[in-house]
């Protein structure tokens, strides 16, 4: 069955340092994978997708993710985060009908 | 151009109540999805939408739960004898092609249901 976990439930990152967010997730064949960013009261956005080719996606942001299949990982990265960035993280799996399965999200707290 | 829509934005109702929420897509998305957000929680899928036809409707939790969508575009979702277990906000996403694992999911800002 196709799982996603996000081991972090909460991060709290100075403005300005680098961000790293985790997910693992458990899929039998070549994942679909996302990363979306919901703000309060906000609809969720989608950060960035990947599904095949270069292993290092780029995304809106500033924000990147690396897929590394011998880990099942799909973490989340940000060279220098701003206080903007402040929200919580979903990542997420999909099959080729559509159906996204979420992780349980991390939220993002950013010390000035 | 304009976002999924979905509304009432909040609803409040009470126990054994029927409820329905409504969800406007992106126009010309032939696919959309609902889910469901406990607090605390990622969301969670219910049920797939693509054209007028349900392809997936594994998500829904039982029997009590229904959705349409007659005219490929506005989508109902129906909940009968409502519970305090289904207080969650309700997520409507819309994608513009076949509906497959490679599209972008476009979501509405959810429907919060409150059921006392």
């Known amino acids: 069955a196709q799982s996603v976990t996000q081991p972090d439930i909460h991060i709290t990152v100075s403005e300005g340092a680098s961000l790293e967010l985790r997910c693992n997730y458990s899929?039998?064949?070549?994942?679909?994978l996302f990363w979306y960013v919901q703000s309060p009261g906000q609809g969720l956005q989608l950060l960035l997708k990947y599904f095949s080719g270069d292993t290092l996606v780029q995304g809106i942001k500033g924000f990147e993710a690396e897929f590394k299949r011998s880990q099942s990982s799909f973490n989340l990265r940000k060279p220098s985060v701003h206080w903007s960035d402040a929200a919580e993280y979903f990542c997420a799996v999909g099959n080729q009908g559509g159906k996204l399965i979420f992780g349980q999200g991390t939220e993002l707290s950013v010390k000035p | 151009g304009a976002g999924v829509s979905q509304t009432p934005s909040n609803k409040v109702t009470e126990k054994g109540k029927y409820v329905e929420l409504r969800c406007d897509p992106i126009?010309?998305?032939?696919?959309l999805y609902w889910y469901r957000q406990s607090l605390g929680q990622g969301p969670e899928f219910l049920i797939y939408?693509?054209?007028?036809?349900?392809?997936?409707d594994s998500g829904l939790p039982n029997d009590r739960f229904f959705a349409v969508r007659p005219e490929g575009s506005v989508s109902t979702l129906k909940i009968q004898r409502t519970e305090r277990g289904d207080s969650a906000v309700y997520l409507c996403?819309?994608?513009?092609?076949?509906?497959?694992?490679?599209?972008?999911?476009?979501f509405g800002p959810g429907t919060r249901l409150t059921v006392l």
């Open positions: 996403a819309s994608s513009s092609t076949s509906g497959g694992g490679t599209d972008t999911q476009y």
């Open positions: 126009s010309g998305h032939t696919a």
């Open positions: 899929y039998g064949a070549t994942p679909y």
């Open positions: 939408f693509q054209g007028t036809g349900a392809a997936d």
